[in-house]
């Protein structure tokens, strides 16, 4: 799990797969087990707490963000009021939400161009590729992966790269755009012609 503070009441929290799994959960378990989504977000509260030196009182604004291959990522909000409220409890409003996007990120443009030959042998033809940050991002959304299975894309990309945290959102804004669609033909047709 990472903490990142953004300001003074505002942090994130990245809870990848692993340590998911590593602590008993799966993604069906975030969307229909409700108590133990609380108990799940009570340990994040306090160790965020610890790590980050915050003291959590109030009300807390948190948004999550499912990442189908990435993990959780949660934008926590401490709003300050004049309320008394009781020092054990703290009240959470929590927005899910899942992303049908998949986001990995490359160090170097070959390592895409040799993953694209495996993508395209499993049929898949579109995508999107970025630079940002000296890395490469490969973004795929629902309309690209249609009836490809995302486990085995996500297999295949995992061999070459990593999943990113980064959104779409700020792809689309920072980032130079290399390929703005049906980036696993264009990368087949110039690099791996036959």
Do not use: C
């Amino acid at each position: 799990m990472r903490f990142e503070r953004l300001s003074n009441d505002q942090f994130t929290i990245f809870l990848p797969f692993d340590d998911l799994v590593d602590r008993g959960f799966t993604t069906k378990d975030i969307w229909e087990d409700a108590s133990s989504v609380r108990n799940l977000f009570s340990d994040m509260m306090h160790e965020a707490s610890s790590e980050l030196g915050v003291e959590l009182e109030g009300m807390l604004f948190v948004q999550v963000h499912l990442m189908q291959a990435q993990g959780m990522h949660v934008t926590v909000t401490q709003k300050f009021e004049d309320i008394n409220w009781d020092d054990e409890y703290v009240e959470m409003k929590v927005t899910l939400d899942e992303s049908k996007e998949i986001i990995f990120s490359f160090e170097e443009f070959e390592h895409i161009i040799q993953v694209v030959a495996y993508l395209s042998s499993i049929g898949l033809v579109g995508g999107k590729v970025y630079h940002l940050d000296d890395r490469y991002y490969m973004l795929f959304k629902e309309e690209d992966i249609k009836s490809q299975s995302r486990e085995d894309i996500i297999a295949v990309l995992s061999e070459f790269a990593y999943p990113s945290i980064i959104t779409s959102h700020r792809l689309n804004e920072y980032g130079v755009k290399i390929y703005t669609d049906q980036a696993v033909t264009q990368i087949m047709s110039v690099f791996l012609k036959s």
